[in-house]
Structures are given as C-alpha cells and as structure tokens.
C-alpha cells in the first residue's frame, strides 16, 4: 500500500524560507510530486523527483532521499500569494494515479 | 496553453438523484482520470481510464459511479444515484503519457452538493 505523510499546518513570514517535510511509505517507487492547491482550486503541479538529491526551480526546490523515505519542498523568498496547501503525491499503478497526502496548508503572514 | 476543462463548476442534486460531471481533458492526452476531495480531506484517487477502458479503480468508484468516453473529446463521470456522501469536489485529470514523470493536469473541478 502507500502512505505518505506530512505536517498539517505550517506558517511563516513574508520573505522567509520554509521547508515542508514529506515521508512515504510505497509498495514500489515511481517518483514523488508535490502539487500547490489554493483554497477551492485545482491541485497544480510544483516539481517531481524520482533521483536523489535537490530539483530547483525559480524560488521552489524540491528533495529526495529514497532510502530514507523522505522528501521535502523548500520555499524561498516567500509572498503572500504562497499561501496555499502543498501536497506530496506518489504515482502508482499501471496509469499512474495519484495517492496523495493531506496537505500542508501553509499560511504566509506579513 | 492547453487545460483540462469541467462542467458544471458547481452541481446540486437531491439524494438519490443521478449525476454526470463532465470534463473535456487535454486534446492529446491519453490517460484520464477522477479524483474526488471532501470538504477539508485529501485528494483520493476514483479511476483511471485508458484506451476506452478503465485502467484501475479504488475502493470509492463502486457499481454507483460509472465513466464513459462518449466522443473523442469528453470524459464523464456518472453517479447512479447519489448519497448525501458524495458531496465533494470532484476532479478530472490527463496525462500524455504512462510514465511516472508524466505529469498530471487537474481541471478546476465540479463542486457536487447532495440535499
């Protein structure tokens, strides 16, 4: 089966760094997402890491270590707008659904 | 750039009532997918349909929930007959491809009361 977990809420400061932890647990690794989902909108697509290590991407980065079951999504220079709940997906199955956590919702204050 | 689009945003139905939420994927996508979310839960994962069949499905998409691509361009979701239960946010998603990197495109959802 899959698990994944991750905190439920999290808050921070306009300008800030924040890092929102991710562990799983998977029958089979395909490679973890992390999704942002603003408040009655559609997840929408952040990063994917299948390799150790750290994926950057503008003010996003994402990292993975497989043997430790862990992931997190790191948020630099934060805005206001970057309140929203991240969400750590594990693809699975022969159509790659989704199994998702939670969330985090984060809440960035001025 | 190309989206996921669904109709309507917001249904609402008494129990016991059938309902069809419809999405039109991405144009050259190939897999497709409903996803349900309760009001302050997490996203769960319904069925996957590809080829013109289903691919897999949860414990959630039961002999009440059907999908059907009637034409090439929609992709529908129907509930036989609804339970007070099954109000939630409900999302489509495709993908092009099968691999795991591929990644997977929400529409913006069809919000579902039940009375």
């Known amino acids: 089966g899959q698990n994944i977990d991750q905190p439920t809420e999290m808050t921070a400061t306009e300008g800030a760094i924040v890092q929102i932890n991710c562990t799983y647990q998977t029958s089979g690794f395909n490679g973890l997402f992390w999704y942002q989902q603003h408040a009655g909108e559609a997840p929408t697509f952040l990063s994917y890491?299948?390799?150790?290590g750290l994926e950057e991407k503008g003010r996003f980065s994402s990292f993975l270590s497989r043997s430790k079951g862990y992931s997190y999504l790191l948020l630099k220079e934060l805005q206001m707008k970057d309140s929203a709940s991240y969400l750590c997906?594990?693809?699975?199955?022969?159509?790659?659904?989704?199994?998702f956590g939670s969330g985090t919702q984060l809440t960035v204050l001025p | 750039e190309p989206e996921v689009t669904q109709t309507p945003s917001h249904q609402v139905t008494q129990m016991g009532q059938e309902v069809i939420l419809r999405c039109v994927p991405i144009?050259?996508?190939?897999?497709f997918y409903w996803y349900r979310q309760i009001l302050g839960q997490k996203v769960e994962f319904l069925v996957s349909f590809y080829n013109n069949e289903i691919s897999e499905k949860s414990e959630i998409f039961d002999d009440q929930f059907s999908v059907e691509r009637p034409d090439g361009s929609n992709f529908t979701l129907k509930i036989r007959s609804t339970k007070l239960e099954d109000s939630a946010m409900y999302f489509c998603a495709s993908t092009e491809g099968e691999s795991s990197y591929n990644e997977q495109f929400f529409g913006p959802g069809t919000r579902l009361t039940v009375l």
């Open positions: 144009s050259n996508h190939l897999y």
């Open positions: 997906a594990a693809p699975r199955g022969s159509a790659r659904q989704l199994t």
């Open positions: 890491n299948v390799l150790d």
